[in-house]
């Protein structure tokens, strides 16, 4: 009996976690299955030029001249059906400047198929693209689960045709979530950032969860030496649904604007502008005629939430603006002189002509006006502020303040006159931290400073 007992509890425990594998090795091999036919391998030829400088001959004499070549270069990617009539969505990097597309589709016995293809729109912001399948019928597609509570350590695969190979499936896990990523001069935000393999090729190409959904669209890797490192990023398919269907109409995708550029606070700004702890982003710039200016929102007030989310950084109040769309309304909450503030802003279109930012011109080089002042072994002078002339190299303020910066306010407490510039500076205490109000090369900043 003991050993009847001793080889059950062996026994039982083995088969669970053995059909627990089986259970997830299937829903592998299902997933990947149902994806085979409705991703896509996309292929193009664009049109590019390049100037040559080459020497022209003139009765014996070399003469350089500059020639521009046309020539077409080939590229890959990857795509996914989102729709019966032959719509595919992929990444616009892989279509763009494209002269002529083709997708290659693959039925469930791997058999290929090349189909003729165009754009029906773009969304530059987010990378997408949708493309057109040409000649009809009715296509295998998979869904976008936009509502799909993504949790990091999820399963998760990526299916495309990475360096031009056949189509292939990777695994992983969603790595982190709200990723953002510097990208050819353009951030992306709100990314997906998965450890399965995705490579050259991919893009385009969906990110899946064990249904067969579709969770995001891969766009990019994070890699020194530009093969997969360990760090792809997907759009995810929150984003792509708001703007799937203007895309496969063809429509121009429009995005929310409120008019404001926020600034992170620190601990030294919060605690010198009267707050516990750090907490919501301080308005650096409230561009005049804008939507959130003419809501009342002022420089120097300190976002807390938008709609109900914490505001930390310009990017949280970014990411929460963005994918709206003209007209909407959010609110927003703020303190003005320590108090709690609410307001309703309708959003402005981003892409329209804005106004331009309220505040000051750009300062010349003209000399300062007023009495002069030393403070920190920094020499100021009144020129509609305090004007930095000079730093000195042992100054507690070396490396922070410039020669031409105007600080406009200490702590809160504005240096409205030449008269108020000596007792503004004198009551700041560099030990315990000090916040300027400043103007550098005509832009604004808040710059907080602590030095012992």
């Known amino acids: 009996m003991r050993n009847g007992i001793l080889l059950a509890l062996v026994f039982f425990p083995l088969t669970a976690a053995a059909q627990g594998a089986a259970e997830l090795q299937q829903a592998f091999n299902a997933a990947a299955a149902k994806a085979g036919p409705a991703v896509v391998s996309v292929q193009v030829v664009k049109e590019e030029t390049q100037a040559v400088i080459e020497p022209d001959y003139y009765f014996g004499y070399s003469l350089p001249s500059e020639k521009l070549y046309r020539f077409h270069s080939s590229g890959l990617g990857s795509g996914v059906i989102v729709d019966k009539r032959g719509y595919v969505l992929t990444n616009r990097h892989v279509v763009e400047n494209a002269v002529r597309i083709n997708v290659i589709t693959q039925d469930a016995a791997g058999v290929e198929k090349e189909w003729p293809a165009s754009i029906a729109g773009i969304d530059p912001a987010q990378d997408l693209a949708v493309l057109r399948i040409k000649g009809g019928g009715v296509f295998p597609w998979l869904d976008l689960n936009s509502a799909a509570a993504l949790k990091v350590g999820d399963f998760v695969l990526a299916v495309g045709y990475p360096f031009g190979f056949k189509q292939t499936v990777t695994s992983g896990i969603i790595s982190a979530l709200d990723a953002s990523l510097p990208v050819e001069g353009r951030r992306y935000e709100k990314l997906i950032q998965t450890d399965a393999a995705i490579n050259f090729g991919n893009s385009g190409g969906p990110l899946l969860n064990l ?39 063809g429509r121009e995708i429009r995005r929310g604007w409120l008019g404001v550029s926020l600034q992170r606070l620190d601990a030294i700004m919060a605690s010198r502008l009267g ?16 939507p959130a ?13 938008c709609d109900g989310a914490a505001i930390n950084s310009h990017e949280d109040l970014l990411n929460r603006t963005y994918a709206r769309s003209p007209g909407d309304e959010v609110e927003l909450v703020y303190l003005r002189d320590g108090a709690r503030r609410k307001l309703r802003v309708k959003l402005g279109d981003r892409y329209a002509k804005s106004p331009a930012a309220a505040g000051p011109a750009k300062g010349g ?46 702590n809160g407490a504005p240096v409205a006159a030449a008269g108020q510039m000596a007792k503004v500076l004198a009551a700041a205490n560099l030990s315990e931290g000090v916040v300027f109000d400043l103007l550098r090369d005509g832009e604004s900043m808040y710059l907080s400073v602590q030095a012992k």
């Open 211 to 249: 249904k067969g959904e579709v969770i995001g669209i891969n766009t990019a890797i994070a890699s020194p030496t530009g093969v997969f490192a360990g760090m792809g990023f997907a759009v995810p398919a929150s984003e792509i649904k708001r703007v799937l269907e203007d895309l496969i109409a």
């Open 275 to 290: 707050l516990a702890r750090p907490a919501g982003a301080i308005v650096n710039i409230s561009v005049e005629g804008s």
């Open 293 to 305: 200016y003419k809501a009342g929102l002022r420089r120097g007030d300190i976002v807390l939430s």
């Open 365 to 410: 080089d003209s000399a300062p006006a007023g009495s002069g002042f030393e403070w920190e072994r920094v020499r100021f002078a009144y020129s509609g502020g305090a004007r930095v002339l000079a730093v000195s190299e042992d100054s507690r303020l070396s490396g922070y303040l410039w020669p031409g910066d105007i600080i406009k306010a200490v």
